[in-house]
């Protein structure tokens, strides 16, 4: 069994910050990348920014310069903290990480079960 909790959504104005944080726990044997999407109501999906074991990101362009995401490896879990935030970045975050369960296992994809975002005055 493998859990990825989620916390730290909530309402904020435009303007305002919040920080999203993601836990990964249970059954894991070695975490690759980590990281963060979002899926706004009648919207595809979307990343929103990853972070591989030694610290490499990676943005969309509509977050650069207003997000930042960071991982604890000891604690396996990852960080993104959001700046400036837009009415646009309203979504449901969800955070996502790439494992392994054991030696001989492949390389799996793990899903928080979300938190909601909503950026609004």
């Known amino acids: 069994q493998v859990q990825l909790v989620e916390s730290g959504g909530g309402l904020v104005q435009p303007g305002g910050s919040l920080r999203l944080s993601c836990a990964a726990s249970g059954s894991i044997f070695s975490v690759g990348a980590m990281g963060w999407y979002r899926q706004a109501p009648g919207k595809e999906r979307e990343l929103v920014a990853t972070?591989?074991?030694?610290?490499?990101?990676n943005y969309a362009d509509s977050v650069k310069g207003r997000f930042t995401v960071s991982r604890d490896n000891a604690n396996n879990t990852v960080y993104l903290q959001m700046n400036s935030l837009k009415p646009e970045d309203t979504a449901v975050y969800l955070c996502n990480a790439v494992l392994k369960r054991d030696s001989t296992s492949t390389w799996y994809h793990y899903w928080g079960q979300g938190t909601q975002v909503t950026v609004s005055s």
């Open positions: 972070i591989d074991g030694y610290g490499v990101t």
